[in-house]
């Protein structure tokens, strides 16, 4: 059974909660949010986890690869061993000095015909308060790192084709494409628009409303390279 509170009731619970005097678990940061393993480079590459705090940061990390990612069935599967996972993310648990950073190194085992997708969860673990009588909102700031595992033969193949006002998109290629900084403005040339970021993996398709009937500009990245085009 559902216990329904009054409105007033929960009201006075909100603002009490937003009275608590709130703990940060750190000031945690990282280098980089991306991780690509090309099929010409190096099979290892390190992130930095750097502590801002005068004491020490507690860290765990979690590795999930990705199954089907960006679309409606996407999964995220947490692994247990990184053999039969194809990824190494070493430590999995850390502690980082006061205003120290240490290194977390991360190994491809493999480099297959087909990407492979990654997440890595970086979370500062929380150390019990002093006195738990005391009543304090924590406030936890996590980050996931994207780690994206490109083919043997990466092949960019980006299909694109204006219907109905929009702008659709279909990579038909092996390897992941990121739009970025995409604009576009009606045709004095005015009242431009940001379009959204929008990364397509392989196999997947991406529809774009159109305010005008106007070209649309995008950075796109793809194996490595970034280049302007427009649509």
Known sequence: MMLRLPARILLVLFSALL???ATAAGSMY????????????SARDDVLV????EDNLYVS?????VKYPGTVKEERVQTNDPQEAGLIVTPNKLIVPPLGRKLVRLVNLEQGETERIYRVNVTPIVPPLENPQNSFVRVIVAYQLLVIVQPDSPVEDLKVERVDGELRFFNAGNTNVLLGEGSQCDEQGLHCVELPTKRIYAGNSFSLPLQYNTPVSYKLTSVDATRQETF
């Open 19 to 21: 009275s608590l005097p």
């Open 30 to 41: 990282l280098n980089r949010s991306i991780v690509t393993f090309s099929s010409e480079g």
């Open 50 to 53: 750097i502590n801002a705090e």
């Open 61 to 65: 990390l979690e590795v999930f690869e």
